[in-house]
C-alpha cells in the first residue's frame, strides 16, 4: 500500500512539474478525485463493502470530468445525467459486492431518474409513447399473467 501511495504521488509531482514547464492548459483537478477513488478501493472488501459506493462515484466521476475538460465542456449540458447515473452504480455494484438487497432499490430509482434525464437532455421526449407500448407488451407477455391450463 505504501508503495502504491508513494508511485501514485510521484506521477503527480512528475505531471505537475512537466505541465508547469511547458505551460500545459490541462487541468489535474479530476486526478484528485481518481486517486481518492483508487484508496477506497484498495480499503474495500467483501465485509466493507460500503467504500465501494464513494469509491466508484470518485473513480468514474472523475473520468467524467477528464472528458469534459479534454472536450472544453462542449457535451456536458446532455451528459450531465451521468452523473447521477454513476451514483446508480456504485449502490448496484455495492449490493453486488456486499450481498446487500436493500442497496438494489436506491440503484434502480436512480437509474431510472438518469434515464428520464437523459430523454429530457437529448430532447427526445417525443417519443414517450413508446413507453405504453412496452408497458402493454410487458403485460401481455408476463409470465404471472399467462394462465396455466387447469388439470382436469
Do not use: E, H
Amino acid at each position: 500500500m505504501k508503495k502504491i501511495i508513494g508511485i501514485l504521488l510521484i506521477i503527480i509531482g512528475t505531471l505537475l512539474i512537466i505541465g508547469n514547464m511547458y505551460n500545459w492548459k490541462i487541468q489535474f483537478w479530476p486526478l484528485g478525485l481518481l486517486i481518492l477513488g483508487v484508496l477506497l478501493f484498495l480499503m474495500s472488501s467483501r465485509t466493507k463493502y460500503i467504500f465501494y459506493i464513494p469509491a466508484i462515484i470518485l473513480s468514474l466521476s472523475s473520468l467524467f470530468f477528464f472528458y469534459n475538460i479534454f472536450t472544453s465542456w462542449v457535451n456536458f449540458n446532455k451528459l450531465w445525467p451521468i452523473l447521477i447515473l454513476i451514483v446508480s452504480i456504485s449502490f448496484f455494484i455495492s449490493s453486488i459486492v456486499g450481498k446487500q438487497r436493500d442497496l438494489a432499490i436506491p440503484a434502480i430509482i436512480l437509474f431510472l431518474v438518469s434515464l428520464c434525464l437523459f430523454f429530457i437532455s437529448f430532447n427526445i421526449l417525443k417519443f414517450w409513447p413508446v413507453i405504453f407500448i412496452i408497458l402493454g407488451l410487458w403485460v401481455i407477455i408476463d409470465k404471472k399473467n399467462i394462465q396455466k391450463p387447469l388439470n382436469q
